[in-house]
């Protein structure tokens, strides 16, 4: 497999980001507002009604990563093809939904909706690992992948803003972005089969002639299951830290058009203009996490990222009207660190499956990486349930503007303290990037490839690197 991912591969690889992106604001930004303000439902239930759509990803998720691991390519595209099926016709039911079904609908909608977006997503992402086993072009392709997610939520964040000055409603706008994403998206995802898929299947590859010193490999494809993730505690750590920084970002998003309007007194308009502003901070600031992660290591470069967010956002419960330049600044600021979020972790998950191959024995990279986008989408809909029960609680309302306080403390403060739980769990995260080289040369060395490929001669086989790694493992918790 080559080291170096070429630029036609990258850009097939990442162009269906875009397009994937667009749904995004309207998902986890709009939508719940919508729901509350158009069709009277109340916020606790709304939040309920996310979060138990999004149980069931706890179920879909690890059963399509496992599908994958079994299968091969047409099992890839087969799973890209049948999500996007059933994505498109749930977007359009949750945009118009029956008045008098409204809650029913934002229920059955949104189920259906993430499990077709399960469907493209586990294989999507999972597709990092298999495009090269170099630890910085990975996190190349998942920066270029990244990129164009921003471009398609800055995409996403203009359309409402262009809608509003030609005069359309929230409901058009909706249908506006729907149709946008599809027409991006269909072109795009079909260059990504056609083009970046190989002949054979990927999870067979990395593991073909496999020779263990205590015992073979007699099969390629080495089946895992769900129970055996417990054993690979790096990344039960890693997806922990996921988690936690998950919750802080979806907790604001989902009480960020209450806070334009209740705090800093903006109108509706207002709101993708923020939004806007927010993530082209993060689309502006990859090219430099890129060059940082070349120098600094990835768990301290996100963690350095994520105090950074901390220290912006602590003001934003303080601020009201005429504070916008004030918190035209946080969003930048927030913007940037989520590029961190978007571009460091995303690489550190395909070092963690390598560590799983070398470690366990097993292929599961579909199962792992479904374990993450599961938790990503159960993150983002805890976070739903915590914002809008503790607003309710709080005796907020969306045709009040009190009290204030409580909602600028839910949106700002309670991200903080999860972020914080993320820096945590990632202090002394002993795998490292000098680690994941010595992790690849052992498995080079294993399957009797030769160990002359020019990404690999400058560092000698240090097989220490991994013994100790092997050994902080086993202690880890």
Not at 20 to 36: D, M, S
């Amino acid at each position: 497999m080559s080291r170096k991912i070429t630029t036609a591969t990258l850009l097939a690889y990442a162009g269906p980001a875009l397009p994937l992106a667009i749904p995004t604001v309207v998902i986890y930004v709009l939508l719940p507002a919508y729901y509350v303000e158009n069709y009277a439902l109340p916020l606790l239930w709304t939040g309920v009604l996310l979060m138990l759509a999004r149980l069931t990803d706890v179920i879909t998720d690890p059963l399509i990563g496992h599908w994958l691991d079994r299968g091969n390519t047409r099992t890839y595209r087969l799973s890209l093809i049948l999500g996007g099926l059933i994505c498109i016709p749930s977007l359009f039911l949750l945009i118009n939904p029956p008045a008098e079904h409204a809650m029913l609908t934002l229920f059955c909608g949104s189920l259906l909706l993430y499990l077709g977006w399960t469907l493209i997503q586990v294989p999507y992402i999972t597709w990092l690992s298999h495009l090269s086993t170099d630890s910085y072009q990975r996190t190349r392709a998942a920066t270029g992948r990244e990129g164009l997610a921003l471009i398609g939520l800055l995409l996403s964040a203009s359309l409402p803003v262009i809608a509003v000055a030609m005069g359309f409603d929230t409901q058009a706008t909706l249908w506006l972005m729907a149709l946008v994403t599809i027409l991006l998206g269909a072109p795009l995802i079909a260059a990504l089969l056609r083009f970046a898929m190989p002949l054979q299947t990927p999870t067979h590859q990395p593991l073909a002639g496999l020779h263990f010193k205590d015992k073979p490999l007699k099969h390629a494809h080495m089946q895992s299951s769900p129970r055996e993730l417990l054993q690979n505690r790096l990344a039960l750590r890693l997806v922990a830290a996921w988690f936690c920084n998950g919750i802080a970002n979806g907790v604001p998003a989902v009480l960020f058009p209450f806070y334009i309007t209740a705090v800093l007194g903006g109108t509706e308009a207002d709101r993708p203009v923020y939004i806007l502003i927010y993530f082209a901070a993060a689309c502006l600031s990859l090219p430099l996490w890129l060059m940082l992660s070349k120098k600094i290591d990835k768990r301290l470069l996100w963690q350095l990222a994520m105090s950074g967010a901390v220290l912006a956002f602590l003001p934003a419960p303080w601020l009201g009207p005429g504070d916008e330049a004030a918190f035209m600044l946080i969003c930048i600021l927030t913007g940037a660190a989520l590029g961190a979020d978007l571009a460091l972790p995303h690489a550190m998950q395909a070092e963690i499956t390598d560590w799983d191959r070398f470690r366990f024995r097993r292929q599961q990279t579909g199962l792992l990486f479904a374990l993450w986008n599961g938790a990503t989408k159960l993150a983002l809909a805890l976070a739903a349930l915590l914002a809008l029960g503790l607003l309710e609680l709080s005796g907020f309302t969306p045709d009040s503007s009190a009290p204030l306080l409580a909602l600028g403390l839910i949106y700002a403060l309670l991200p903080c303290v999860f972020k914080a739980g993320a820096i945590a769990l990632l202090w002394g995260f002993p795998l490292k990037t000098h680690h994941h080289t010595a992790i690849q040369r052992r498995l080079q060395e294993r399957s009797g490839r030769s160990l002359t490929d020019a990404s690999y001669t400058d560092t000698p086989i240090d097989h220490s690197d991994t013994d100790r790694l092997q050994q902080h493992e086993s202690r880890t918790v």
